[in-house]
């Protein structure tokens, strides 16, 4: 026994149906430590940090807290505890406030007006700007994220535990979310830390225990190691790299945005302004920006998710191949050869409850996975064990529910089915959010491959080296603006971070 220790795992076990989820996992954290959990995809750490939490029960084990032997029935047991979990998939009621999901985390009635108050006060004191009264749905998922970090911090927690809590925040953010972890970590709150992006790791945490196929490989001091060496004890391989070609010459136009102003579909969004844009075949655009800035509006109209009623709601153009494609549905854009993987992965880019087979139909039926509008589940099960092979999404087989992936494998296959669809232009918003590093490279390098096949690829992202590593050219969009795109040797990250804060922008009237 470790008495001084906030946290003690002993031999902690989980078997899922042809899984082993976790096999005998021994983990220690101090009090006041920032205690980093990696891993690959799937190698288990999801699984842990809900067992830590209440959320699913170990088979064998046991967990001590603050010395004592101690077994966690539930979340609500475990907040009345002290521990705060930030979850990589959110738990949030979309059809409720920012407020109203908060409330329900909370063991006492707080009024309401009192409680969006305090979010005010604790979002603007940590840098992470939240309004109480919006409606879930029609936040982003980087101001979702705020909401699930929020939460936690009303509830003072003795040990807070973040699946990867950065993954849609900007730099400034997460440099503010850090101090905030740091201030914790001095007043004696423990932190369990998972992330794939080891640099963080390296700069915040004390302490990295490394996971492997569920099996603790090893724990290290992260700030005397390198980001490969922590990468490499993850995957137990070399690092995998990619190869960015230098761009020749693109070709022509294959997506153009013309003068787009579009009001947003609810009063808290952001109406898009004027927006110009071009992405041509062979090359790849990148879109920057902190989150909630206009983003989601400008991929659902580009996309067609959402179709205008009326010239009211929308100005402009949005030329596919250089014809407009503004009246078109989502389905008709596909058939002009618009492929989209959206930032949401359950939900929007998959379905939970059905299966890899079944969610490669849903965008897939119109190229040849549903010939003459009949299933052919011979042909759709053929698609997804080739996307699972090809794209290396860790599963039991083309079979196996959506839900029951980790997030990074689910993210694997939904970029995998829209790459192997055959696209023209392709609008990819987060590509990497949540893969570990391995498969970070693998779908950056899928990206780019396709960009020399000459396809037309736009991304949106909020990891600015993603953007410098892989595109071409880097537009920032600002409250419903958008820069003009320059090409990535003649800008830099700094001018790029102050264009994100609004240098540059004019203040504009709302076009719509």
């Known amino acids: 026994m470790n008495p001084t220790a906030r946290l003690e795992l002993r031999g902690i076990t989980k078997h899922y149906p042809s899984v082993v989820a976790n096999q005998a996992i021994d983990l220690v954290v101090q009090a006041g430590e920032i205690h980093a959990v990696l891993g690959e995809n799937g190698a288990g750490k999801s699984t842990l940090m809900k067992i830590i939490y209440g959320v699913v029960k170990p088979d064998a084990g046991e967990m001590l807290w603050n010395g004592a ?29 920012v407020t109203q999901n908060i409330a329900l985390a909370l063991e006492k009635n707080t009024d309401s007006q009192d409680l969006s108050q305090r979010i005010r006060e604790i979002s603007e ?8 009264a919006r409606l879930v749905h029609s936040l982003s998922v980087g101001e979702r994220q705020r909401v699930e970090i929020v939460r936690c911090l009303l509830q003072a927690p003795k040990l807070l535990i973040m699946d990867e809590p950065t993954s849609v925040l900007t730099p400034q953010a997460v440099r ?5 972890l740091r201030r914790l970590s001095d007043e004696g709150c423990s932190i369990l830390y998972v992330s794939h992006k080891l640099d963080e790791i390296r700069e915040l945490c004390h302490k990295a225990t490394v996971l492997r196929a569920g099996q603790v490989i090893g724990s290290t001091d992260p700030r ?8 490499e004890m993850m995957i137990g391989s070399r690092l995998p790299s990619f190869e960015k070609r230098e761009l020749q010459n693109t070709g022509d136009i294959r997506l153009e945005v013309k ?9 808290f969004g952001t109406p898009l302004q004027a927006i110009n844009l071009q992405v041509r075949s062979g090359e790849i655009v990148g879109i920057a920006g902190v989150s909630g800035n206009g983003q989601q509006e400008l991929m659902t109209a580009l996309s067609g998710e959402y179709l205008d009623k009326s010239a009211k709601q929308v100005r402009g153009d949005i030329l596919l191949k250089g014809k407009s494609v503004l009246g078109l549905a989502a389905d008709q854009r596909r058939q002009q050869g618009l492929r989209f993987v959206p930032e949401e992965r359950l939900g929007r880019g998959a379905v939970p409850a059905m299966s890899l087979s079944l969610n490669a139909l849903l965008t897939g039926y119109d190229s040849g996975l549903s010939p003459k509008r009949f299933i052919n589940y011979h042909t759709i099960h053929q698609f997804a064990a080739t996307c699972i092979e090809k794209f290396r999404v860790k599963c039991n087989s083309p079979y196996s529910e959506a839900r029951s992936l980790s997030g990074g494998n689910v993210q694997k296959f939904i970029v995998g089915r829209e790459l192997m669809l055959h696209p023209e232009v392709l609008l990819v918003a987060q590509p990497t959010w949540g893969v570990d590093v391995g498969a970070a490279v693998f779908i950056r390098q899928a990206l780019l491959d396709l960009r020399a096949q000459g396809i037309a690829i736009l991304v949106v992202s909020e990891e600015l ?15 419903g603006q958008l820069s003009e795109a320059q090409p990535v040797n003649e800008t830099n990250r700094e001018a790029i971070g102050l264009l994100m804060g609004g240098a540059g922008f004019a203040k504009q009237e709302q076009a719509v």
Request: proline share 5%; hydrophobic share 40%.
């Open 69 to 97: 032997p101690l077994k966690i029935q539930n979340p609500a047991q475990a907040r009345q505890l002290g521990i705060g979990m930030v979850f990589q998939h959110f738990s949030l009621f979309e059809t409720l406030t």
């Open 465 to 479: 080296d993603e953007l410098f590593e892989i595109c071409d050219r880097i537009a920032v969009i600002y409250q």
């Open 224 to 231: 005397e190691k390198s980001a490969r060496e922590l990468a």
């Open 259 to 267: 003068q787009l102003s579009r009001r947003a579909d609810d009063p």
């Open 176 to 180: 503010k979310l850090f101090e905030t």
């Open 125 to 132: 004191r940590y840098g992470l700007t939240l309004e109480p």
